[in-house]
């Protein structure tokens, strides 16, 4: 499997937007599972993606700060 030239690992200062694929679809994949998990009741592991999407999307372009919201406000 040959990675993109646009590949770069994940850091706390990437600012880069994630371009479609792979990776993004298992991002978006991740943000799912955090509001699933939010609307069942289950907070922590909600919490434990939403921390994961924190460490792989810094900048929060895939919008996880909504689920975040969510999660905040449900206590």
Do not use: C, N
């Not at 998990?37 to 810094?58: H, K, S, V, W, Y």
């Amino acid at each position: 499997m040959r990675i993109g030239r646009w590949y770069k690992p994940a850091t706390r200062t990437s600012t880069r937007p994630i371009p479609p694929g792979p990776a993004r679809f298992w991002l978006f994949t991740l943000k799912a599972l955090a509001f699933i998990g939010l609307r069942r009741g289950e907070r922590e592991t909600a919490t434990q993606l939403i921390t994961q999407l924190r460490q792989l999307d810094p900048a929060g372009h895939l919008g996880f700060g909504v689920v975040e919201a969510l999660l905040q406000r449900s206590v």
